[in-house]
């Protein structure tokens, strides 16, 4: 199921949407995000 979605992500050439997004040594406050628990969305932290 994993692997048939990330195919439609290509095959359809979809993007994810990402409300916030962190730095890495900005995880701590992505982390508080998330455990604030009010989003309904996905957050992306670089590497």
Same mark, same amino acid.
Do not use: G
């Given at each position: 199921?994993?692997?048939?979605?990330?195919?439609?992500?290509?095959?359809?050439?979809?993007?994810?949407?990402? @409300? =916030?997004?962190?730095?890495?040594?900005? @995880?701590?406050?992505?982390?508080?995000?998330?455990?604030?628990? =009010?989003?309904?969305? =996905? @957050?992306?932290? =670089?590497?």
């Amino acid at each position: 199921m994993f692997f048939d979605r990330i195919n439609a992500l290509v095959t359809n050439d979809l993007k994810a949407l990402f @409300a =916030k997004t962190y730095d890495f040594d900005e @995880a701590p406050q992505a982390y508080q995000y998330f455990s604030e628990a =009010k989003h309904i969305d =996905k @957050a992306l932290i =670089k590497f």
